[in-house]
């Protein structure tokens, strides 16, 4: 009897805990219908037809070069009349990924290794040698010290400095520009391509390009998108940039290619689609340090073997070419990974069906009684055992 009661028991413990009974409404099914139709549409719409996600993809490698070409004349009472070609102000003749055309510039002639009066500011003006510190030397000296004071002009005194003489005054930049010129030079842009996934490869030169075109054929947006032969003036105004308030200082520009290929369509689709931008910051309100510029000297020694320089100090237009792109085409594996993705998400519908219904929505509660039955517990007494 005892083994008999035991094994009664046993049995009735099986029906201890609550019993949990799931009721469906109609309305709980239209939400669960219209989560998993939205799921099926960003799996087809945006996985497969935007993202193409039915696609192996690479990222592009690139080589770039540059050939700028533009003569222009200028006549100041400094240099008197005087042509200025590409080997004049494009500096260096040769750049990784970019160039760089002068257009502005402060002349410093006839330099050589003397003795004369530096700069007047603040710590450089003086009235008498006790001012002047022999060997002294700042960030911002033309040269070192010689302990003497003497006189910058007729009203001002400064400190003696052995430096390259007479030093740089660059205090007061030209505008307009120097060469205004450059705004019709223009830069031809070479540049070659390779997906290595694909052993894709092709140059923004495309192939029903002929030599009398190339020639002739200036970068247009609308008329000649794909002509690789760029006006610098157009490159900056293109970018909501005045092209002769930039010259007088500098600036930096962006030359963006964008090769976005989808090579399970012909290979004359794959082609480059070109963007502008300035990429220096132009603030009106913080004009510490504007635009670009560098300088250069170029040297001679003369017969009795004094060296002598022109210093130069560049203003001018840096172009940045950046080529970036993504090229996919067609691969199973990635298909069925994404396929396999996407029906693992409806089985999430339910999951978020019941989250809005029972959490999100006004009438939670009744949804929660009708969606969950609780049956109360009961315990067999002994006696009816």
């Given at each position: 009897?005892?083994?008999?009661?035991?094994a009664?028991?046993?049995?009735?413990f099986?029906?201890d805990?609550p019993?949990?009974?799931?009721?469906?409404?109609?309305k709980?099914?239209?939400?669960?219908r219209?989560?998993?139709?939205?799921?099926?549409?960003?799996?087809?719409?945006w996985?497969?037809?935007?993202?193409?996600?039915?696609?192996?993809?690479?990222?592009?490698?690139?080589?770039?070069?540059?050939?700028?070409?533009?003569?222009?004349?200028?006549?100041?009472?400094?240099?008197?009349?005087?042509?200025?070609?590409v080997?004049?102000?494009?500096i260096?003749?040769?750049?990784?990924?970019?160039?760089?055309?002068?257009?502005?510039?402060i002349?410093?002639?006839?330099?050589?290794?003397?003795?004369?009066?530096?700069?007047p500011?603040?710590?450089?003006?003086?009235n008498?040698?006790?001012?002047?510190?022999?060997?002294?030397?700042?960030?911002?000296s033309?040269?070192?010290?010689?302990?003497?004071?003497i006189?910058?002009n007729?009203?001002?005194?400064?400190?003696?400095?052995?430096a390259?003489?007479?030093?740089?005054?660059d205090?007061?930049?030209?505008n307009?520009?120097?060469?205004?010129?450059?705004e019709?030079f223009t830069?031809?842009?070479?540049?070659?391509?390779?997906?290595p996934k694909?052993?894709?490869?092709?140059?923004?030169?495309?192939?029903?390009?002929?030599s009398?075109y190339?020639?002739n054929?200036i970068?247009?947006?609308?008329?000649?998108?794909?002509?690789?032969?760029?006006?610098?003036g157009?490159?900056?105004?293109?970018?909501?940039?005045?092209?002769?308030?930039?010259?007088?200082?500098g600036?930096?520009?962006?030359?963006?290619?964008?090769?976005?290929?989808n090579?399970?369509?012909?290979?004359?689709?794959?082609?480059?689609?070109?963007?502008?931008?300035?990429?220096?910051?132009?603030?009106?309100?913080?004009?510490?340090?504007?635009?670009?510029?560098f300088?250069f000297?170029?040297?001679?020694?003369?017969?009795?073997?004094?060296?002598?320089r022109?210093?130069i100090?560049?203003?001018g237009?840096?172009?940045?070419?950046?080529?970036?792109?993504?090229?996919g085409?067609f691969?199973?594996i990635?298909?069925?990974?994404?396929?396999?993705?996407g029906?693992?998400?409806f089985g999430?519908a339910?999951?978020l069906?019941?989250?809005v219904?029972?959490?999100c929505?006004?009438?939670?509660?009744?949804?929660?009684e009708?969606?969950?039955?609780?049956?109360?517990?009961?315990e067999?007494?002994?006696?009816?055992t």
């Amino acid at each position: 009897m005892a083994a008999c009661c035991g094994a009664v028991r046993g049995f009735l413990f099986e029906y201890d805990t609550p019993r949990i009974v799931l009721i469906r409404s109609r309305k709980v099914g239209l939400i669960n219908r219209a989560v998993q139709l939205a799921i099926l549409a960003y799996v087809i719409g945006w996985v497969f037809l935007w993202e193409k996600g039915y696609q192996e993809t690479d990222s592009v490698v690139s080589s770039v070069t540059t050939k700028v070409k533009g003569v222009t004349m200028t006549n100041t009472s400094a240099l008197g009349s005087r042509i200025w070609d590409v080997a004049d102000y494009v500096i260096p003749p040769q750049e990784k990924n970019a160039v760089f055309v002068m257009t502005n510039m402060i002349f410093t002639l006839n330099q050589s290794q003397s003795h004369c009066p530096e700069l007047p500011d603040d710590n450089t003006e003086c009235n008498n040698n006790s001012s002047c510190v022999p060997g002294y030397v700042s960030t911002h000296s033309n040269g070192i010290q010689t302990g003497a004071c003497i006189p910058y002009n007729s009203s001002i005194k400064t400190c003696e400095v052995f430096a390259w003489c007479p030093v740089e005054d660059d205090y007061h930049i030209p505008n307009p520009a120097f060469l205004q010129g450059a705004e019709n030079f223009t830069i031809l842009v070479k540049n070659n391509i390779w997906y290595p996934k694909f052993n894709f490869s092709k140059r923004n030169i495309l192939p029903t390009f002929s030599s009398s075109y190339l020639k002739n054929c200036i970068h247009d947006a609308q008329t000649d998108p794909f002509c690789p032969i760029f006006r610098l003036g157009k490159i900056v105004e293109a970018a909501g940039q005045n092209f002769q308030e930039m010259a007088v200082e500098g600036g930096v520009m962006g030359l963006q290619i964008n090769w976005d290929c989808n090579l399970d369509r012909a290979a004359s689709h794959c082609v480059p689609k070109y963007s502008f931008r300035r990429l220096d910051n132009k603030d009106s309100a913080n004009t510490i340090s504007p635009g670009y510029n560098f300088r250069f000297a170029k040297y001679y020694k003369d017969s009795s073997g004094i060296e002598t320089r022109t210093l130069i100090k560049a203003y001018g237009i840096r172009l940045d070419i950046i080529v970036f792109g993504k090229a996919g085409k067609f691969d199973v594996i990635p298909t069925m990974i994404n396929i396999g993705s996407g029906l693992a998400l409806f089985g999430v519908a339910t999951v978020l069906c019941d989250i809005v219904v029972l959490y999100c929505m006004k009438k939670r509660y009744f949804y929660r009684e009708k969606k969950y039955k609780y049956v109360e517990d009961y315990e067999l007494g002994t006696s009816e055992t």
